[in-house]
């Protein structure tokens, strides 16, 4: 063992795909696993990316239209089926005032706060469904740089009990086993770093649109509220 890694460090064989072939199976799996989760990082960075910003313009014309709207029942009638979290909290909204307001006498007040109880917990699901990915996001940019300094601390100690065997501590010896525990640590770093910004950026772009949701639900709101008003 110790022999072929001085024949790589003689020939200054460091690149990426020779430190992982000359790395032991504990390592080689640190390096895989995090490889994986970084591939699995950016695939999740990518569709989610392009999911918030069409939604995102969704919400923005679904807005519009409600501010332009003059009538809830016809508004709910254009938009009521779209699959737009906003769409969905209109829904939830629009069941619980018809059936709140099916029979008579009307229990003006129970409505207001069951329309308001209604749609803040479609707004949660719907904010806890966008953001499910994301926790895989938390993981790997918590995780992911202690998994590759695992995989460095092992590599280090393999390195040592190998200059241990042999009696000798040459830069030649010692070198490679070193670079492929560091390549580990680089490898985590990989894959934690763009999860980290991800994750924080995202989440920053998921408040702003729970904060929107809830600012719709607060207009469709006092508009059942005016309706009720009407109605005395």
Do not use: C
């Not at 059936?99 to 069951?114: E, F, L, N």
């Not at 329309?115 to 719907?126: D, G, V």
């Amino acid at each position: 063992m110790l022999d072929s890694l001085s024949i790589h460090a003689a020939s200054g064989e460091f690149s990426p795909f020779a430190l992982f072939l000359q790395a032991d199976i504990i390592v080689k799996a640190v390096m895989i696993g995090l490889l994986l989760a970084s591939v699995w990082t950016w695939t999740i960075i990518v569709s989610f990316a392009l999911k918030i910003s069409k939604t995102t313009k969704k919400s923005d014309r679904f807005e519009h239209a409600f501010a332009k709207a003059e009538n809830a029942d016809e508004f709910y009638q254009d938009h009521g089926k779209s699959s737009l979290p906003m769409a969905r909290v209109l829904n939830a909204g629009m069941r619980e005032w018809r059936r709140s307001t099916a029979r008579g006498p009307i229990d003006r007040d129970g409505t207001r706060q069951r329309l308001a109880t209604t749609m803040n917990a479609t707004i949660e699901h719907e904010v806890d469904k966008l953001a499910d990915r994301l926790n895989f996001l938390a993981t790997v940019g918590s995780v992911a740089p202690f998994v590759g300094l695992f995989g460095t601390v092992w590599g280090i100690m393999r390195s040592f009990s190998a200059i241990a065997a042999e009696q000798n501590s040459s830069l030649a010896v010692v070198a490679p086993g070193i670079a492929e525990a560091l390549f580990a640590t680089a490898i985590g770093l990989f894959a934690a770093i763009p999860a980290v910004i991800a994750y924080n950026r995202f989440s920053h772009r998921l408040n702003k649109l729970e904060a929107r949701m809830g600012r719709f639900a607060d207009g469709f709101h006092a508009t059942l509220s005016r309706e009720l008003e009407l109605g005395d």
